[in-house]
């Protein structure tokens, strides 16, 4: 059994947050000026 | 290069970001309108020969994507992310080679030619991969990547536009922003090629359904089915309509207002485009995880069959109410959206996922179809009505009688899809899955 658990694969969570901050970031970005245009249509 | 398998343990998140790295890179190509008044100013450009690039990069996305299709199955993700990393990453730099020697032609085979062959592979390469890992929730899975073909151009707008603004719209600062493009979506789509896994063996999940679950058909053999090519009415019927919207978004609100007591501005149909836009990425990641739960010909069925009242409802009484015609067009661009990221997991319900990735290649000549048919058909009829003397709603009410036309017929196509007959069926796909489990795990 402690033979088993030595080698359980390593923990992914951070790997996983990088990535999606990596891709999230510029997403975020390109979503505020889409809405600082779009606001454009309410306010003339 | 063989496709990189899963250690144990990988985590099947991580597939969705390498796919966005690689969709929300090339998504740029909407963008391009940005580039053109520069080009326009500088190298003494026409409209219609600053829109060469694009309109190559575009062609070459359907032919790399329907010719490519079978080689990205062949060679896997990795292969596929790398290629198009290649080239799109080469086509800004050949750009900017041609920007700083103000040699046009280069621009056209570097953005266009090579940038457009990066284009179809990088469109297609997670598609395969991404319903592999999620057999439960293919919708969902391919939904988010498509997203980011659409959050491309979100990024790429306003960066491209602050990157022209800082180092100059004459060529040398075109070049120059070619070549900051270049290299920045060559680091950033790094991040897709390095990450990318195929999953091991037929179920890569507990308690998820087998990736070999249902028929299995080759891509040979999907292409001669009349599932396949009725499915192609639908995506082409779909897009078209969608198409009819997008490519005359600003004009069209401004000429049906343009007798109110609240006319629309420029600017504000500026932010007419971006709702739009916004539709068209919402609709992508919401509608393709909806059709995981209602099912693919439901949803569709909401496509094609909403759409059409969405397009009457304009024709009918969209001059009437503002809020009416923003939320017709919003619905109809949601659909839009939909129907492109739903459309590889109607595929793997219909061919299974051995090799739904070519088959999807195959199909997407529909939107190269479909984006000659939408614009050809709005901006003729609209010419044709100005012509005639017509003026406001006038000009567009004959294009959506013309897309209802086009819905209904891409609904009756939808209907009449049936599953696949079992002679198409391959014989052994089990052989395949002995072949991937064979491969040595890459390390993380």
Not at chain 1, 10 to 35: H, K, N
Not at chain 2, 166 to 173: A, C, E, L, P, R
């Amino acid at each position: 059994m402690s033979n088993d658990s030595s080698q359980s694969p390593p923990d992914r969570r951070p790997l996983i947050a990088f990535a999606w901050l990596w891709v999230g970031a510029p997403l975020v970005y390109g979503l505020y000026e889409l809405v600082q245009k779009a606001t454009k249509l309410f306010t003339g | 290069m063989s496709p990189p398998v899963a250690p144990a343990g990988w985590s099947r998140w991580l597939v969705p970001p390498a796919a966005l790295a690689v969709h929300l890179s090339i998504g740029q190509a909407y963008a391009w309108s940005v580039f053109k008044p520069p080009l326009e100013s500088s190298l003494g450009l026409s409209g219609t020969e600053s829109a060469l690039p694009f309109q190559l990069a575009i062609v070459m996305l359907g032919l790399s994507a329907a010719f490519g299709g079978t080689l990205v199955e062949r060679n896997g993700p990795r292969w596929a992310m790398t290629v198009s990393l290649v080239c799109f990453s080469s086509g800004f730099l050949i750009s900017a080679l041609g920007a700083a020697t103000q040699q046009y032609w280069l621009i056209v085979l570097g953005y266009g030619f090579v940038g457009g062959i990066g284009l179809g592979i990088g469109y297609i390469s997670p598609v395969s991969t991404l319903i592999k890992w999620f057999p439960d929730r293919p919708g969902m899975a391919t939904g988010i990547a498509i997203m980011g073909f659409g959050g491309g151009a979100l990024i790429a707008s306003p960066w491209s536009t602050q990157m022209l603004a800082s180092f100059g719209t004459d060529s040398s600062g075109i070049a120059l922003a070619f070549l900051v493009h270049g290299l920045s979506y060559a680091v950033f789509m790094s991040l897709g090629v390095l990450l990318v896994r195929v999953p091991r063996g037929e179920r890569p999940v507990e308690g998820a359904p087998s990736v070999l679950q249902g028929p299995q058909v080759s891509a040979g053999s999907a292409i001669r089915t009349p599932q396949f090519w009725l499915l192609w009415v639908v995506l082409c019927m779909n897009v078209t309509a969608g198409i009819g919207i997008l490519e005359k978004a600003a004009p069209m609100i401004q000429d049906f207002f343009k007798d109110s007591s609240t006319p629309v501005s420029v600017s504000a149909s500026a932010g007419f485009v971006a709702l739009l836009s916004a539709a068209n990425m919402a609709g992508r990641i919401g509608w393709s995880s909806t059709s995981d739960l209602i099912g693919r010909k439901n949803i569709y069925r909401v496509y094609l069959g909403t759409g059409a009242v969405m397009y009457a409802l304009i024709a009918l009484f969209g001059d009437s109410s503002k809020p009416l015609f923003v939320l017709c067009a919003m619905v109809i661009l949601s659909f839009y959206g939909g129907g492109f990221a739903t459309v590889p997991a109607y595929l793997k319900d219909l061919f299974g996922t051995y090799q739904v990735g070519a088959i999807h290649g195959r199909l997407l000549t529909a939107w190269s179809l479909a984006g000659v048919l939408g614009p050809l058909i709005v901006n003729w009829i609209a010419d044709h009505q100005k012509n005639a003397g017509k003026s406001g709603s006038a000009l567009y009410e004959l294009s959506f009688i013309i897309m209802i036309g086009l819905l209904v017929v891409g609904f009756a196509a939808n209907e009449l899809i049936r599953p696949v007959d079992a002679r198409h069926h391959i014989p052994t796909p089990k052989e395949e899955t002995v072949d991937v489990e064979r491969q040595q795990p890459e390390s993380a």
